[in-house]
C-alpha cells in the first residue's frame, strides 16, 4: 500500500469521527486503567456494566485495595476470567500505593511492571488517558492492519511498528481507536462489512464480501 492511500484512508476515518475515543466508560487514568486490564478477551460491553456497579463504590487504588480479591469478586464476576483479574486488580493496586503515590504512572517501564498490564494496555493507558502517540495493537487492529494492507506484519509488535511509522504523522494520535471501531463494526473477522465500508476502493484485501442478498 503506498503513502497516498493511507492518507486518504485516515482522512476518510477522521471525516466520519473526527474525536475518537475508547468505549470504555471511565473519568479517571485509574478507572481507565482497571477497565484495560479487565477487558481483556471480555467485551466493553460486560466491562461496562460490571464498572457501573464497581465505580460507585470503589473507584481509587486505596478503595479497591480495601475489598480485597474476595470483596472485588461480586463486582467483576460476569467477565471471564474474573479470579485472575481480581488477583491482578488487587496487587495493582497495592503497587500503585507503595510505589507511586496511589497515582498511575505515566511511564511504559512502570506500567508493564504492574500485574495484568502487558504492552498493549500500557499503549491504551498512555494514548487516551495521557494523550502520547500509542497504538495498542489487539485482535481488530492486527487483523484491519494486514487485511487492508495498511500495515502488514507477522505479530502484533510489528504491525505496531509499521503503524507508528507508516500511519501519517497527522493521524497517529487517533489511528489506534480508528482502527479498531473499524474491525469491531466494519472489518469483522468472519464476514467483513466490504460493500458497507468507507475505504473498501482503497483496501488491498483481494477476497471483498459482497453485500448479501435478503431474498435468499
Known amino acids: 500500500m503506498n503513502a497516498a492511500k493511507r492518507q486518504e484512508i485516515f482522512t476518510r476515518f477522521r ?4 474525536h475518537p475515543t475508547t468505549e470504555l466508560a471511565y473519568t479517571t487514568p485509574f478507572e ?24 460507585p463504590v470503589a473507584n481509587t487504588p486505596a478503595k479497591i485495595h480495601a475489598l480485597g480479591e474476595e470483596g472485588l469478586i461480586p463486582y467483576i464476576q460476569t467477565i471471564g ?15 500503585l500505593l507503595a510505589q507511586h503515590n496511589g497515582e498511575v ?47 502488514p506484519g507477522k505479530n502484533v509488535e510489528e504491525v505496531e511498528q509499521k503503524l507508528l511509522k507508516l500511519v501519517p504523522p497527522e493521524f497517529r494520535m487517533d489511528a489506534h481507536h480508528w482502527l479498531i471501531l473499524h474491525g469491531r463494526y466494519t472489518c469483522t473477522a468472519r464476514s467483513p462489512q466490504c460493500w458497507n465500508c468507507m475505504i473498501a476502493d482503497l483496501c488491498e484485501y483481494p477476497f471483498k464480501t459482497p453485500k448479501p442478498d435478503k431474498g435468499v
Do not use: W
Open 81 to 95: 476470567l474474573y479470579r485472575t483479574k481480581a488477583r491482578n486488580v488487587i496487587e495493582t493496586c497495592r503497587l
Open 15 to 18: 471525516s466520519a469521527n473526527p
Open 32 to 55: 481507565l486503567l482497571i477497565a484495560v486490564i479487565l477487558s481483556a478477551q471480555a467485551t466493553d460491553v460486560s466491562v461496562n456494566k460490571a464498572m457501573r456497579r464497581l465505580f
Open 105 to 151: 504512572p505515566r511511564q511504559r517501564e512502570q506500567l508493564q511492571a504492574l500485574p495484568g498490564v502487558g504492552r498493549k494496555t500500557a499503549n491504551v493507558i498512555l494514548n487516551t488517558a495521557f494523550g502520547e502517540v500509542a497504538i495498542a495493537v489487539d485482535t481488530h487492529i492486527f487483523r484491519v492492519s494486514n487485511r487492508t494492507g495498511i500495515a
